[in-house]
């Protein structure tokens, strides 16, 4: 059976699996459960992006403590790949984990520095958590990069160990992140499952997080997009191609309950450009990386959804020392009528008040 879904379904099933709907969930696990995945990004023009992303889905009731405890305390969640996840994930990796450094010269490098390998491990085990400045370079054989890892041994060590299950991030503080041996981070009963299955079940929570998406999709190192031939075939009215619909999101669209949200530019209901142009007709480019001349819509430029549309970006800059959210701009993609600009003025105070900040400039929502 083939699913003839309009333009309208296809973004309703998609903002449903990604939280965006007027039916909030219940705390922050559960959120990053459904999600799958947070990625973590340093960037704080307004909050990091780990924050908005909870914030967009769970309102006023989230700060970043909460997150901070469950993850240094509650080990409810745990960073992995440059995302944070819910624990229960813990064993759908645990194959990976073991396939761990995938590149021949990874591999070859650990194996010509086992003796700073297992002197590091029983360092943390000593010691632990530690900085990656506080661990010893003895490595016997130096790590050759072109880019910012060369000769950085020890957090290239600690990097791969992570990436192998063997260390793992136990907590965040000023000086960056703490590293600490796996048991000591680690539920000691992780069920053990077949590469087969947890690539399948990592596959399928994708899906039903994307609610719809495309069998292949953007490369990604860690963590894929594609979904391979899970769920149910669908066609999208006036969009080329065959895409792949959770069978269970289907009903969304009929229950769908719209609301305004203010995203983050690296969450995932907008990392894939492709998918937002063709579903949302959505034109989106995160320009940190662009001359400020060159910039449209500005340097950490939100995503502004309204209902089952993305309808402008918000230009906006957090000044902490002077207490404002600055709105350098508003831009809207087609004019706002009244009901939208009341509604994401509305969310602009919001973000402005979850921040403890006064809004100030453009509008001052």
């Given at each position: 059976m083939v699913h003839r879904l309009?333009?309208?379904?296809?973004?309703?099933?998609?903002?449903?699996?990604?939280?965006?709907?007027?039916?909030?969930?219940?705390?922050?696990?559960?959120?990053?459960?459904?999600?799958?995945?947070?990625?973590?990004?340093?960037?704080?023009?307004?909050?990091?992006?780990?924050?908005?992303?909870?914030?967009?889905?769970?309102?006023?009731?989230?700060?970043?403590?909460?997150?901070?405890?469950?993850?240094?305390?509650?080990?409810?969640?745990?960073?992995?790949g440059g995302f944070y996840r819910a624990m229960t994930d813990l064993p759908l990796l645990v194959p990976e984990m073991r396939r761990r450094p995938e590149s021949a010269q990874a591999r070859e490098w650990l194996a010509a520095n086992d003796v700073f390998r297992r002197e590091t491990l029983a360092k943390l085990r000593a010691e632990g958590p530690l900085h990656p400045s506080e661990v010893p370079d003895t490595a016997q054989v130096s790590w050759r990069s072109s880019g910012w890892t060369n000769n950085r041994n020890s957090l290239q060590l600690l990097e791969m160990l992570v990436l192998c299950g063997d260390v793992a991030v136990a907590a965040r503080d000023a000086g960056g992140r703490?590293?600490?041996?796996?048991?000591?981070?680690?539920?000691?009963?992780?069920?053990?499952?077949?590469?087969?299955?947890?690539?399948?079940?990592?596959?399928?929570?994708?899906?039903?997080?994307?609610?719809?998406?495309?069998?292949?999709?953007?490369?990604?190192?860690?963590?894929?997009?594609?979904v391979g031939e899970l769920g149910e075939e669908a066609v999208v009215e006036g969009v080329d191609g065959v895409w792949r619909v959770d069978p269970e999101a289907l009903a969304a669209a009929e229950a769908f309950v719209p609301r305004t949200a203010l995203l983050s530019p690296l969450d995932r209901a907008v990392f894939d450009r492709r998918r937002l142009d063709e579903l949302f007709g959505y034109e989106y480019v995160l320009e940190m990386y662009k001359p400020a001349a060159k910039r449209r819509w500005g340097y950490f430029a939100l995503p502004v959804l309204h209902g089952d549309r993305f309808v402008g970006k918000l230009d906006a800059k957090a000044d902490r020392k002077a207490g404002v959210l600055r709105i350098n701009a508003l831009h809207e993609d087609r004019p706002f009528d009244e009901a939208t600009r009341a509604a994401v003025d509305a969310e602009i105070r919001d973000l402005a008040r979850w921040l403890g900040l006064t809004p100030i400039g453009v509008g001052s929502a």
């Open positions: 309009t333009q309208e379904q296809a973004r309703r099933i998609a903002l449903h699996g990604q939280l965006l709907t007027a039916e909030r969930p219940a705390g922050v696990v559960e959120t990053i459960d459904a999600l799958t995945i947070l990625p973590i990004d340093p960037t704080s023009a307004i909050a990091p992006s780990v924050d908005l992303i909870l914030w967009s889905r769970l309102g006023w009731p989230y700060q970043s403590a909460d997150l901070v405890r469950l993850f240094e305390e509650d080990r409810a969640v745990f960073e992995w703490l590293f600490d041996v796996a048991d000591r981070v680690y539920p000691a009963d992780v069920p053990e499952l077949s590469d087969e299955d947890a690539a399948r079940e990592r596959a399928e929570r994708r899906l039903a997080s994307f609610g719809i998406a495309r069998a292949k999709g953007l490369a990604q190192p860690v963590e894929p997009i594609a």
